[in-house]
């Protein structure tokens, strides 16, 4: 069975969870730079909103994709789904993020 990017069905180990949140967080930024660059010499204007909305739209999908992806790692180290709610929590959501980053597998 192909793994899913937006399923939160399924494992995933330490590696693969801090490569893809990496991942995701360089291709919104990624986004932010080539639509800031495209929309600041527009030959009509300068359309930094655009940029800027682009950016909101990438950073949402990137947001539940890497959700999905915490779901994932949380059912690989025995946590409850619930566990993602301290995402919501600011600076508690930095050291969440860290600890589900570097905590060990269980085995079933």
């Not at 291709?27 to 930094?48: C, P």
Request: aromatic share 12%.
């Amino acid at each position: 069975m192909k793994e899913s990017l937006i399923s939160s069905e399924g494992r995933l180990g330490r590696f693969s969870f801090i490569l893809r949140i990496v991942i995701l967080a360089v291709l919104v930024f990624a986004v932010y730079e080539a639509a800031s660059r495209f929309f600041a010499h527009w030959h009509h204007g300068t359309f930094g909103t655009l940029a800027i909305f682009l950016t909101i739209v990438a950073a949402l999908i990137c947001g539940f994709i890497g959700l999905m992806q915490l779901l994932k790692r949380l059912r690989d180290i025995g946590k409850a789904a619930y566990f993602s709610l301290l995402m919501l929590v600011p600076g508690v959501n930095v050291i969440f993020l860290l600890y589900v980053a570097g905590a060990p597998s269980k085995s079933e």
